[in-house]
């Protein structure tokens, strides 16, 4: 029926009276019909404060309540009501409440914002409920003036109280008084505010129910009721009305026409009343005069008593908010905004948007995060967390929230928030800009500062985030909500932190380099260079900050994908002054307190730099970029900037020597003030090359080389100084990384970009050796399948041990590892290998074992660690663990089973690589849906997220870990680069 209504008329108002006793099953039909009013009942309420409830409930938003965006997520609400105050099969008020109480609650009703409605008799005060179906009798005639039987007007019931009521019922909605406010004065008597945000006059309805009737003496002697204050100008009485009760009812049933109580009552109406000639409410000339607050008392206000006031925002307010429209007026402030965000840099756009509360803390200057009562530390001391926390508030519309709380009670979040920005000179501009539109915030009442405070708030922010992403370029800046708050990650983790600093590069070095700021107020100069924070806020500060491997794992997301390539161009410089024993540190330490434990960093170094070349404009000129080297030799101590310097290209040169030479090195300062958990055997370092097979190994099972570099350090579970993934051996990310990067230097070589075809050495023994970066490419090529690669037994391979074959197809975790067995653990670093070389890939195999990741290791955010048939897996990492489980003592199962974010993005990009591959188109398309369901839960995630990042890693099946970083570098970085290579592959489509 409904269907066929609409092919009629489409925008057909459908009224429903549901009796389903919930509203969770009311908002299914709504939805599936298209309802468009429930009616509802205001005299099912079961006292004033019920009623009071309803009103509230059916429509509009809080007075005062946040601006809700034009684009937003949905939000939650209630089914749209038609709220009676009584229905045809509703008993007659006077019979339930009394007839006191006819017109406080008619009052209510009118006074909400939804559609109101009534039955013909109640206000006539027809002291029975109709009986439409069996009644005979016709209503009475409405006339200009009664004169006989079946005749009433105006002056029947509360007919004339009624009509004014409708009257500004229809006034509040065409007018835009969409905010709503009921405060129980007390247990019979409530204050419905209407409220307009846009000019902020509102309509205040004072009522006094009856619930039951009240006897004759409360007419003479009214019960009293506490003052009311109200802020903003009162101007004046809209309508006060009281139905008196003179004597007994003594009703007598007209046989012809239903007829309503008469002669033992009369009703007091007046409209427009001025304050000193009212019957209820008193004000003195102090109050009328005052600035915010105003004071009404109530001289007379019995049961059945309705006054309506008018209330205006008042002159100053008033001016300020002219003053506020005016500064925020869409183009202006925009353009204001705008104009001084184009002079931020990545570390001014740290400090305004997010800035942890340990970073805050080491500039020194006595900062932190703000503190708000009753809610838990905000994230950062930047917009963000602000902003985070208004979007929440506005979506449900909390006013009750500690931050409007803080708002309404003093002005320290306003003070805060431009305050810290006005010790560097690059965000003095906008701390001024800021101060003098908060000024006028202050100046209004302070129910509205939370949505002024707010409208500020989030222009500044959606105006700063815009300006900051469009240098991003166009995947960015015209890309998906989720790729651009992914983007923003890049000012989350890069920014200057004194005790974090990345070593000075040469003074020689060709511009643009990184210049020397002061900061303001005092002596203290620093380079602007950027570092990049491996995680917060486990990995904001000092030496725990700058990792090697964390940040060339990152580098390529947040900074060169999104275009921020000088940034990205001093970080490989900086990490490139500090290499030594042809390896990049690990803990950078500012170069001085270096470790050198990590394999792998040197060579994500190598396809950062890679990758530089290839993104950047004129890329390759890095290559000969002067880099200042700390350490000339191995055992030389740190030099100053500039008294070593060599072109880039020669820095490279020499890892891959060290390498193909082959070196065992001991790490400087060995002993538990190094590292109190590693054993002594621990400290001891390999690096080489297999010339059989072209493989990079390195490492003992007493270390840790690799990124799974969770070392034992529980004495009772007996694993202290026992890696728990020692990975020694040829780790087969490094495999790939190696071959990724010889490829590359061969094409650079032939490009003219690299002085050199090979690398050339002498033994111990004096032999020249020589290894042509093809002739190096080749032989991992011939070498990886045959050893890597574990498919069904077909008898052939020489290489696998089959007895230590626990699943299949799957290649191998490690080549060569001296605990043998742990070659063949399931791992997802094979992934990692596919994106950065999947040349190196028989496409069948390689496709087969995606699909056994897939089933295998994929978790909802992360990829377990290691497969759950593993003897030693164990999914929930706690690194409090105080048992004696040699599993997980001390959170040594870190990487034995935990999904771990980063790789997810890696698994992704490889199913999205080798999909490709396929014969079959419909791979590619599935594969392409597939990766997009995926990521939507990490969308979903960062919507949820305090951080607005991904976690370092999280327990099983996604579960949260208390252990981890709650948004880390590397794990936004590979989910971005996922989301831009689908998007890339996409486009190719």
Request: charged share 20%; hydrophobic share 40%; aromatic share 10%.
């Amino acid at each position: 029926m409904l269907d066929a209504g609409r092919t009629i008329n489409p925008d057909i108002y459908v009224i429903a009276e549901l009796f389903t006793g919930s509203e969770g099953r009311d908002n299914i039909f709504v939805n599936r019909l298209g309802i468009t009013s429930l009616i509802r009942e205001a005299g099912n309420g079961q006292d004033s404060h019920d009623l009071g409830r309803q009103i509230h409930r059916y429509g509009g938003d809080p007075v005062g309540a946040l601006v809700q965006l034009p684009r937003a997520r949905l939000r939650a609400c209630m089914a749209h009501a038609l709220l009676y105050d009584q229905t045809h099969d509703n008993p007659s008020m006077i019979k339930k409440h009394s007839l006191s109480d006819v017109l406080p609650t008619a009052a209510a009703v009118s006074m909400a914002f939804c559609a109101a409605g009534s039955t013909r008799g109640y206000d006539e005060l027809v002291p029975f409920a109709v009986d439409i179906v069996n009644e005979k009798r016709l209503y009475q005639k409405f006339v200009d003036k009664s004169a006989g039987p079946g005749e009433l007007d105006i002056k029947a019931g509360i007919l004339a109280a009624r009509q004014e009521l409708n009257r500004i019922h229809n006034y509040l909605a065409n007018k835009g008084y969409s905010q709503i406010f009921v405060d129980q004065m007390d247990p019979d008597t409530m204050a419905i505010t209407r409220h307009n945000p846009t000019d902020h006059s509102s309509y205040i309805c004072v009522l006094r129910n009856a619930f039951s009737q009240p006897g004759p003496d409360v007419f003479k002697n009214a019960p009293p009721l506490r003052p009311m204050e109200v802020e903003g100008t009162l101007e004046g009485i809209v309508m006060e009305s009281l139905l008196f009760i003179t004597g007994e009812s003594s009703y007598v049933e007209n046989p012809d026409f239903i007829t309503g109580l008469s002669g033992h009552y009369d009703l007091y109406f007046e409209r427009g009343v001025s304050f000193a000639k009212s019957r209820f409410v008193s004000v003195d000339d102090w109050t009328q005069k005052a600035f915010h607050k105003r004071k009404i008392n109530f001289k007379y206000f019995p049961p059945g008593s309705v006054i309506i006031l008018k209330t205006t925002i008042g002159f100053q307010p008033a001016m300020s908010l002219s003053k506020i429209n005016g500064s925020l007026q869409n183009n202006l402030a925009s353009t204001k905004i705008s104009e001084l965000s184009k002079n931020f840099t990545v570390a001014d756009l740290n400090r305004i948007l997010f800035r942890t509360n340990a970073e805050e803390q080491d500039d020194g200057l006595g900062g932190g995060v703000y503190h708000i009562d009753r809610i838990p530390p905000l994230p950062y001391c930047g917009l963000q967390s602000f902003q985070t926390l208004l979007e929440k508030i506005r979506i449900h519309n909390d006013l009750g929230h500690p931050l409007c709380e803080n708002l309404r009670a003093g002005n320290w979040m306003m003070d805060y928030i431009s305050g810290r920005l006005r010790y560097f000179e690059n965000t003095v501009a906008l701390a001024d800009w800021l101060d003098s539109v908060f000024a006028n915030v202050k100046e209004m009442p302070r129910y509205l500062i939370p949505q002024y405070f707010d409208i500020v708030i989030t222009k500044v922010f959606d105006t700063v985030t815009h300006e900051s992403l469009d240098r991003f370029g166009p995947v960015v800046s015209q890309g998906s909500a989720f790729t651009r708050l992914l983007a923003l990650g890049t000012y989350q983790f890069c920014g200057i932190v004194l005790s974090s600093k990345l070593p000075l590069l040469s003074p020689n070095l060709t511009p643009p380099v990184p210049p020397v700021v002061k900061r303001l107020g005092s002596e203290l100069q620093f380079s602007t260079a950027v570092s990049l924070s491996a995680g917060h806020e486990h990995f904001s500060v000092g030496w725990a900050r700058n990792w090697g491997r964390d940040t060339f794992i990152a580098l390529r997301g947040l900074l060169l994908l999104t275009r921020q390539f000088q940034d990205a161009r001093f970080i490989i410089l900086s990490y490139a002054g500090c290499l030594r024993h042809g390896l990049i540190p690990n803990l950078l330490s500012e170069g001085t307190g270096a470790r050198y434990n990590a394999r792998d960093a040197v060579w994500f170094w190598l396809y950062s730099i890679q990758q530089y070349v290839a993104l950047a404009p004129d890329g390759q000129n890095i290559l000969k970029d002067t880099v200042s080297r700390m350490y000339k030799t191995d055992d030389a101590e740190a030099a100053t900037p500039g008294k070593f310097d060599e072109p880039l290209h020669a820095t490279i040169q020499e890892a891959l020597l060290k390498h193909c030479q082959g070196l065992n090195f001991r790490e400087r300062n060995a002993g538990w003030n190094l590292d109190r958990e590693m054993n002594w055997e621990g400290f001891n370092n390999s690096i080489g090359v297999d010339l059989a097979t072209g493989f990079v190994y390195g490492g003992n099972p007493n270390n840790c080389g690799t990124w799974m570099d969770k070392m034992g350090s529980s004495e009772q579970a007996g694993i202290k100084g026992k890696p728990a993934t020692p990975r020694d051996g040829s780790a087969i990310e490094i495999v790939a990384l190696c071959k990724s990067a010889v490829d590359w230097l061969s094409e650079m070589y032939r490009k003219g970009a690299y002085p050199t075809d090979r690398v050339a050495w002498k033994t111990s023994a004096g032999q020249e050796k020589v290894l042509k970066f093809d002739d190096w490419s080749k032989l991992i090529q011939q070498s990886f399948e045959p050893r890597f690669y574990v498919g069904p037994d077909d008898g052939k391979s020489e290489y696998i041990r089959r007895d230590l074959v626990n699943k299949t197809p799957i290649y191998k975790d490690t080549y060569g590892s001296f605990t043998f067995w742990a070659d063949y653990q399931f791992r997802p670093n094979i992934c990692i290998a596919m994106v950065v070389a999947p040349e190196m890939f028989n496409v069948k195999n390689a496709w087969s074992v995606l699909e056994v990741i897939q089933a295998r290791l994929v978790g909802p955010l992360g990829m377990r660690t290691l497969d759950a048939d593993d003897w030693a897996y164990d999914p929930n990492y706690d690194n409090n663990d105080q048992s004696s489980n040699p599993k997980r003592a001390h959170g040594y199962n870190y990487h034995q089973g935990p999904e771990w974010v980063w790789l997810m993005g890696y698994f992704l990009r490889a199913k999205l690589i080798f999909a490709k591959k396929q014969t079959d188109p419909h791979i590619m398309k599935n594969t392409s849906r597939y990766v997009r369901s995926v990521l939507s839960k990490h969308w979903s995630h960062m919507q949820r997220s305090d951080w607005k990042g991904l976690p370092e890693l999280t327990n099983l099946n996604g579960a949260h870990c208390t252990g981890s970083c709650e948004t880390q570098a590397w794990s936004m970085a590979s989910i971005f680069e996922a989301v831009h290579c689908l998007s890339e592959m996409s486009a190719d489509a």
